[in-house]
């Protein structure tokens, strides 16, 4: 069983539409952090959070750390937001990081 | 500003040869790692680094080696090369370990062993 699992694997949206991706996880962690990888690039850090909720532009990323369960958001979806989305657990005894299998999201025109 | 950078970005190599896939980063971090990302899967820790002098094995360390002279670098080793180690291989580094810290990721390195 993974530390952390992501859903859905991947899915498809109109412009515009609203997206969720959920990541629930099941170590003891100091962090939930979401990273975009585009295709053929690298992976960079979209947020960095312990609790409550973060909004960057149209990405908004929650955490509920009883359930242990994230989700990021996407208001008015475009085109340039297609990517790998990954989840990743820092764990609480501070040397590693797990990480899901990542959401393949691909918006239409 | 650099962040992580990493060498080379593509590389086919033969079954049985060697090879060392760089890494730098400039931001001064102490912790260092590498991961492999296998289609469908998660990245995979190899090995990894909480300063210079110091590595440790992580889930896969297996066919691979590496070394950590200074805070900047951090190369890996991959001897011996086989298929199974056909894969896209990212170095990352963080201030001080997954405690409330970003990690930057390099570019990512992608290895066929044929």
């Known amino acids: 069983k993974n530390e952390v699992e992501q859903s859905p694997q991947n899915l498809t949206a109109q412009e515009g539409e609203f997206i969720t991706i959920n990541c629930s996880y099941s170590?003891?962690?100091?962090?939930l952090h979401w990273l975009q990888q585009h295709p053929g690039g690298g992976i960079v850090s979209l947020f960095m959070l312990s609790s409550g909720k973060k909004k960057h532009g149209r990405l908004i990323a929650t955490i509920n750390i009883q359930e242990k369960h994230s989700s990021l958001h996407i208001t008015a979806s475009h085109p340039r937001d297609s990517a790998v989305y990954i989840c990743a657990a820092a764990s609480n005894t501070g040397n590693q990081f797990y990480f899901g299998t990542g959401t393949s999201l691909t918006v239409i025109p | 500003n650099a962040g992580v950078t990493q060498t080379p970005k593509f590389r086919i190599l033969k079954i049985g040869q060697s090879m060392t896939l760089q890494c730098t980063q400039d931001m001064n971090h102490n912790y260092m790692y590498w991961y492999r990302q296998d289609p469908g899967m998660g990245l995979k820790l190899i090995y990894y680094s909480v300063g210079a002098g110091i590595t440790d094995k992580g889930e896969v360390p297996n066919g691979y080696n590496v070394s950590r002279s200074t805070t900047e670098d951090f190369p890996l080793r991959l001897e011996l090369a086989a298929p199974s180690q056909t894969s896209v291989y990212f170095c990352?580094?963080?201030?001080?370990?997954?405690?409330?810290?970003?990690?930057?990721f390099g570019e990512g390195s992608w290895l066929t062993v044929v």
């Open positions: 990352a580094s963080s201030k001080q370990g997954a405690w409330g810290n970003t990690i930057y």
């Open positions: 170590v003891g962690i100091s962090a």
